[in-house]
T-cell receptor, first 112, second 115 residues
Framework: QKEVEQNSGPLSVPEGAIASLNCTYS??????FFWYRQYSGKSPELIMS????GDKEDGRFTAQLNKASQYVSLLIRDSQPSDSATYLC????????????FGIGTKLQVIP | NAGVTQTPKFQVLKTGQSMTLQCAQD?????MYWYRQDPGMGLRLIYY???????DKGEVPNGYNVSRLNKREFSLRLESAAPSQTSVYFC??????????????FGPGTRLLVL
């Protein structure tokens, strides 16, 4: 079992719809969870971080964490073509900054 | 502020050649990292430096060496390049203060092809 699992996609959604990106992790003691966006040919950039169970909202983005189910998700409301990118889930497994593990990323395509 | 910078942007090597990838950050961060990114594999940590003067192995250190030259600079050296080292290499930095809640800031990447 991979430590951080994501469906590689592509996930296609129409413009204006809600995009739902999912991530599961295997280490039950994981503490911190991050979503990075990576445009093709570019470097990852952080868009959301979440540390406790529940929802965290930032503009059109909502991160959801369920530690009991070892599941973290990212919702993008009112999806725009500019949201088309690969979204990387990252998990800090045990508290040290060197312990961050990245998933392979989900490619999102927003269709105009 | 430039953030995290990397040189070169692209490089083609022949098997057995050596090269050094350079990375610098101007955010006064303590911690720096080298990752490689391959299709279907995600980002994998090669080496990291928690603070100036320290370096440690990550998930895939074989075939690489690093030097934390000072607080700003962290270089990655391939002593004898192999085709399996064809990849995109990212340098990243973080404050080194918040531990589990650290945000990592990435450089633009170096695309390396080993023939």
């Amino acid at each position: 079992q991979k430590e951080v699992e994501q469906n590689s996609g592509p996930l296609s959604v129409p413009e204006g719809a809600i995009a739902s990106l999912n991530c599961t992790y295997s280490d039950r003691v994981s503490q911190s969870f991050f979503w990075y966006r990576q445009y093709s040919g570019k470097s990852p950039e952080l868009i959301m971080s979440i540390y406790s169970n529940g929802d965290k909202e930032d503009g059109r983005f909502t991160a959801q964490l369920n530690k009991a189910s070892q599941y973290v998700s990212l919702l993008i409301r009112d999806s725009q073509p500019s949201d088309s990118a690969t979204y990387l889930c990252a998990v800090n497994r045990s508290g040290g900054y060197q312990k961050v593990t990245f998933g392979i990323g989900t490619k999102l395509q927003v269709i105009p | 502020n430039a953030g995290v910078t990397q040189t070169p942007k692209f490089q083609v090597l022949k098997t057995g050649q050596s090269m050094t990838l350079q990375c610098a950050q101007d955010m006064n961060h303590n911690s720096m990292y080298w990752y490689r990114q391959d299709p279907g594999m995600g980002l994998r940590l090669i080496y990291y430096s928690a603070s100036e003067g320290t370096t440690d192995k990550g998930e895939v250190p074989n075939g690489y060496n690093v030097s934390r030259l000072n607080k700003r600079e962290f270089s990655l050296r391939l002593e004898s390049a192999a085709p399996s080292q064809t990849s995109v290499y990212f340098c990243a930095s973080s404050s080194g203060v918040l531990a589990a809640q650290e945000t990592q800031y990435f450089g633009p990447g170096t695309r390396l092809l080993v023939l």
